[in-house]
């Protein structure tokens, strides 16, 4: 059985635990295997960075992490009924076992923070456990942020090009024009002519230097239902621009869901240039076709030499000269692109790191596309059904 220490009295060279909470002032490590169990608060004045074992939090009261030198841990999980507060960055080298309880980290400070290392990851995050604050990652590309608010998880997914050196994500389930836990605001209504409305319910903050696409989801709380005129397809990721002091479309590369509940992937941007992200809409609609067509709707496709749905038709495409037809699987993955399209797409894809030979095509399944139409100035979306 592997040993587990119960931090509740002791006294050695290193450190020293008190019932106010375990201060070390020497050289404190967890050597492999071991686990120890905190109940009391955390204060790291002194080097903390060679433990290679678990350091865990438990119990029913609040306890703080402080300190003058951040503690680096290699694994540690929260089970408590209380949150852990960080007044420190934390720093993990390896896993980050969430259960029951949130890691806590000033809103206006985002320096203080739990950090995944190049190699930490996390698993069990939920609405009652996760970070509320800010995460942070070191040379990442890819990695999903278990932030939220104390009721909700609401992570961000970033897909940066190349390893970001660092980027720092925290969750506000606030109103961006006047929130309360951040001295910074982003009036919803400074925004460029082409933003209908931008929500009033939430957002997040992202900072890194790499370009990035960011995933991003909403659902009942979000509220977007009450929008005025809003509808799935007018949504669009935007971001307050940090060099006009206003929001601005980021842009949707991948789109999936209803009003209600659904996720979006912005198109690539640097986030060290936008201080805020979260969903607007595109102005109603006012020119004659956008208003007989609201939507392009969604099609079927079964390219079987029949002569019947054999390429993808969308009505109205000739309107605009000038457009895109971008197509989209299930992951979100682009699999098929053509600026000015007039009906080549034939389930193959043209894009993309997996393109199959022509003779196998595409697999059968729902396909989500996006259509631009540059001489109106329009954009729409919609699913299509390919049946092999």
């Not at 841990?73 to 949130?102: A, H, K, Y």
């Not at 506000?172 to 910074?184: G, H, K, M, Q, T």
């Not at 949504?235 to 002091?245: F, Q, Y």
């Not at 240039?273 to 709707?297: E, H, R, W």
Request: net charge negative; aromatic share 12%; glycine share 8%.
């Amino acid at each position: 059985m592997k040993p587990f220490l119960h931090i509740a009295f002791l006294l050695s060279v290193s450190f020293a635990v008190a019932q106010s909470g375990l201060y070390n002032s020497g050289n404190f490590t967890v050597h492999n295997d071991a686990q120890i169990g905190l109940y009391a608060d955390l204060i790291n004045d002194a080097n903390f960075d060679q433990s290679n074992g678990l350091i865990g939090f438990y119990g029913n009261r609040p306890i703080i992490v402080s300190g003058s030198i951040p503690p680096t841990l290699w694994d540690t999980e929260i089970m408590m009924d209380s949150d852990v507060f960080l007044q420190t960055p934390l720093m993990v080298r390896n896993n980050v076992n969430f259960i029951l309880g949130n890691f806590l980290t000033p809103t206006n400070i985002p320096a203080v923070k739990l950090n995944f290392m190049e190699d930490g990851f996390f698993t069990g995050e939920s609405d009652v456990s996760k970070v509320t604050g800010f995460a942070e990652v070191n040379n990442r590309s890819v990695f999903s942020f278990p932030v939220g608010d104390e009721q909700q998880l609401r992570p961000l997914t970033m897909n940066a090009q190349g390893a970001a050196p660092s980027a720092i994500c925290a969750y506000f389930f606030e109103n961006p024009s006047a929130p309360s836990s951040i001295l910074e605001s982003f009036d919803t209504e400074e925004k460029v002519n082409n933003i209908g409305e931008v929500s009033e319910r939430e957002f997040w903050i992202l900072q890194s230097s790499a370009p990035t696409q960011v995933t991003i989801s909403w659902n009942t709380r979000s509220n977007l239902i009450g929008i005025p005129n809003a509808t799935a397809e007018s949504l669009i990721v935007v971001g307050w621009s940090k060099a006009s002091n206003q929001w601005v479309i980021i842009g949707n590369a991948a789109f999936s869901g209803d009003i209600t509940n659904g996720f979006v992937t912005s198109e690539t941007f640097v986030p060290n240039d936008y201080a805020a992200i979260t969903f607007g809409t595109v102005p109603l609609p006012t020119d004659t076709f956008a208003v007989n067509n609201p939507t392009l709707g969604d099609y079927f496709l079964s390219p079987n030499g029949d002569g019947t749905n054999d390429f993808l038709v969308i009505d109205g495409m000739e309107e605009s000269p000038n457009n895109s037809l971008r197509i989209f699987n299930r992951y979100g993955q682009k699999v098929f692109e053509k600026i000015n399209y007039t009906n080549e797409f034939r389930g193959v894809a043209n894009t993309g790191s997996m393109v199959p030979s022509p003779a196998n095509g595409l697999p059968e399944g729902v396909y989500f596309y996006l259509v631009t139409l540059d001489d109106l100035g329009l954009e729409y979306t919609g699913f299509l059904f390919l049946d092999k």
